[in-house]
């Protein structure tokens, strides 16, 4: 990587002086950094990054958050059809008087991260555990382990079951901040959870996030990952999860409308029967960027992976799906399935697709495919002729096109939200 390009971002997000907390927290927030400044921001040299181009955050001034709590209303977090705990994350601060957690269920905690260094417990000795530091392209989740400014513990003891999902806002109010979101979550056996994230933000900002997330045997985790932005916004959104024995892990993300929004994904099947599951959409227009990568790793025998992500991208966007699948040797009778199928709906539109099997067993299931192609003419021509504005008949095709991903969302609300941006016919 260019030096002068890593240096960029490495002066615009300055290590501040060493936080307080407990020495081994200093020393992972040591090595994190060092690993950044080794290695900086991941680019095209890449293969996983060989789609999302991450020069433009080096042409922006950005800085970290203060750690003053931003006034805030009620009605600027709210999502309708969404109840249950919540935590609000504003200008990289935990802010207390608009999240709801003290009515949580039994055998569920959730701290904020400081909280959780502070008194040392819910699990937050995991962090740092799962996303790995030492690969060529650890920048981004180096950088955010290195100033990490807010987070999330979650913990939930065997068996608990929550009856509604925990959602965690993350907003930026103020122009040229680039907090560094760190979650980790922790499933018992036998426990259930849903996990609403959501994304927003005002001006030029950069939100950057890990999930670490453990699933242990026979628990179920679902991951929903909501962002939207403009074109001067950057999302970067890294989540690295292991299932247990007939564990089940179902990932789904919109992202909507940014300079650059990239949703990367790594799951590891440890054990017999656990399952993942991968769904997406994404789409823009103008110089919007969306970019979904999967990782899926099969290590034992009768484990299961779905993917399916669609793109519906307008006039001068870019859309890019990368899903590699490994079997791993000794994974026999493993089923794997990737599909991936874009929307383009200007000429100028731009749509790259690469699913990716890695096989070192010989008694497995897999399949991939991808397809690129444009709103089909004769069924708009029909729609027309049945005196349906043109502009009506497009958001018909569209919300068709997309419905069979949003079905498999784990959460009717998230699926409204995608509807209602990406379902227009227009790729805004």
């Not at 079951?161 to 922790?186: D, F, M």
């Not at 504005?389 to 018909?396: H, P, T």
């Not at 969302?409 to 379902?423: D, N």
Request: glycine content about 10%; some cysteine.
């Amino acid at each position: 990587m260019n030096v002068a390009r890593r240096q960029a971002v490495t002066l615009a997000l300055a290590r501040p002086p060493r936080p307080a907390g407990p020495d081994w927290w200093q020393a992972l927030q040591e090595r994190a950094w060092n690993r950044y400044q080794a290695v900086g921001l991941p680019g095209p040299r890449l293969d996983d990054w060989k789609y999302a181009d991450t020069h433009p955050l080096t042409q922006v001034d950005l800085r970290l958050p203060s750690g003053d709590v931003a006034p805030m209303d009620a009605a600027q977090v709210a999502m309708e059809g969404v109840e249950g705990p919540l935590v609000v994350l504003v200008d990289g601060v935990f802010h207390p008087g608009l999240s709801r957690l003290d009515e949580l269920p039994d055998g569920m905690t959730v701290s904020p991260l400081e909280t959780a260094l502070g008194s040392g417990g819910g699990g937050v000795e995991r962090v740092g555990a799962l996303a790995e530091l030492d690969r060529d392209d650890a920048g981004l989740r180096a950088l955010n382990l290195a100033l990490a400014s807010t987070g999330v513990v979650v913990e939930l003891a065997p068996d608990c079951r929550p009856s509604a999902p925990l959602s965690l806002v993350h907003l930026v109010t103020e122009a040229g901040l680039a907090p560094q979101w760190r979650h980790v979550l922790r499933l018992g056996e036998g426990a259930v959870l849903t996990l609403l994230e959501r994304y927003q933000g005002l001006g030029t900002h950069w939100h950057n996030t890990v999930v670490e997330a453990e699933v242990e045997a026979g628990a179920e985790l679902n991951h929903i990952r909501l962002a939207e932005g403009d074109e001067s916004a950057f999302l970067t959104h890294e989540s690295w999860v292991t299932v247990a024995a007939g564990g089940r892990y179902l990932g789904a993300g919109a992202a909507h409308g940014h300079r650059l929004a990239r949703l990367f994904g790594s799951v590891s099947l440890d054990a017999p029967e656990a399952r993942a599951a991968w769904y997406g959409v994404y789409g823009g227009t103008g110089r919007h960027q969306a970019d979904h990568t999967t990782h899926t790793h099969h290590r034992a025998p009768r484990t299961e992976s779905v993917q399916l992500f669609k793109g519906v991208l307008g006039e001068g966007a870019r859309g890019a799906y990368t899903g590699r699948v490994v079997v791993h040797t000794g994974a026999q009778k493993i089923r794997a399935e990737q599909k991936n199928a874009n929307l383009l709906l200007s000429r100028n539109a731009e749509a790259d697709a690469r699913p990716q099997l890695e096989i070192y067993a010989d008694d497995v299931q897999c399949a991939h495919g991808a397809t690129v192609g444009e709103l089909d003419a004769d069924a708009l021509f029909y729609l027309r002729a049945r005196g349906i504005a043109e502009a009506d008949a497009r958001a018909l095709l569209t919300r068709a096109f997309i419905e069979d991903v949003l079905v498999a969302f784990p959460l009717e609300a998230a699926a409204r939200w995608v509807r209602e941006r990406l379902g227009q016919g227009g790729g805004t």
